[in-house]
């Protein structure tokens, strides 16, 4: 099986990956490993992104396809495999269609974890994470998965913070950017018969079982 997880911040995409990678037996691939992977292997594609990423600049859609398409021109590429972050725009999507071409394979759906931005904002702004990022790091959410003290990590017993990505500002800003890459991206896939939408606001586990029943078709 072959697909793609779309979705805004804090829909869930992550966790329904895991899911899928170690009940359907499928090779996950996120966008940022393989660029850390590539920047640490000093590819061709590696050492033009290292500059970007470290300049806190977006790396351009011709950067990002070139990356993908390293990973599916080995050997040793991934047959069975979902996609998280990739593609982001509608101009990847069709880089994306042509490359699979050129490697005859095919996806198999496109996974959409509708959540509606309100909720996004709610789910994001009540992280708090560990300050020592070193040494802990953990996160908690208010929402979900408290600490067993408020503003004190229970792994380390170091302060808990908001992260400057996860206040509502930058949050909603990260709205308006997803919005705009990725709509005309749900479009082109629904028009192309391979979208399926899943709703992220059920449990982990009816979402999965959502998503399952959705790639079986009706």
């Known amino acids: 099986m072959r697909l793609v997880l779309v979705g805004a911040p804090g829909s869930g995409k992550g966790t329904q990956a895991e899911l899928l990678v170690k009940r359907l037996g499928l090779t996950y691939i996120g966008t940022g490993d393989i660029l850390r992977a590539a920047i640490k292997a000093h590819t061709p594609v590696g050492l033009q992104a290292e500059p970007i990423i ?38 990847q999507a069709i880089a994306f269609d042509a490359l699979l071409n050129l490697q005859y394979l095919r996806l198999d759906g496109v996974v959409y974890l509708t959540v509606k931005d309100e909720e996004v904002v709610r789910r994001i702004s009540s992280r708090r994470c560990c300050e020592n990022v070193t040494n802990c790091g953990v996160c908690f959410n208010l929402l979900a998965r408290r600490p067993k003290v408020d503003g004190v990590c229970d792994n380390c017993g170091g302060n808990l913070v908001t992260r400057a990505d996860d206040k509502e500002e930058t949050v909603r800003r990260r709205l308006v950017e997803f919005h705009a890459n990725t709509d005309q991206l749900i479009e082109y896939y629904r028009g192309r018969g391979l979208l399926r939408e899943v709703s992220a606001l059920d449990p982990m586990e009816t979402i999965y079982a959502n998503v399952v029943k959705a790639l079986k078709g009706p």
């Open 54 to 91: 470290k300049q806190g600049r977006l790396v351009p859609d011709a950067v990002v396809n070139d990356l993908v398409a390293e990973l599916f021109q080995r050997p040793d590429r991934p047959e069975a495999f979902v996609l998280d972050g990739y593609p982001r725009t509608y101009a």
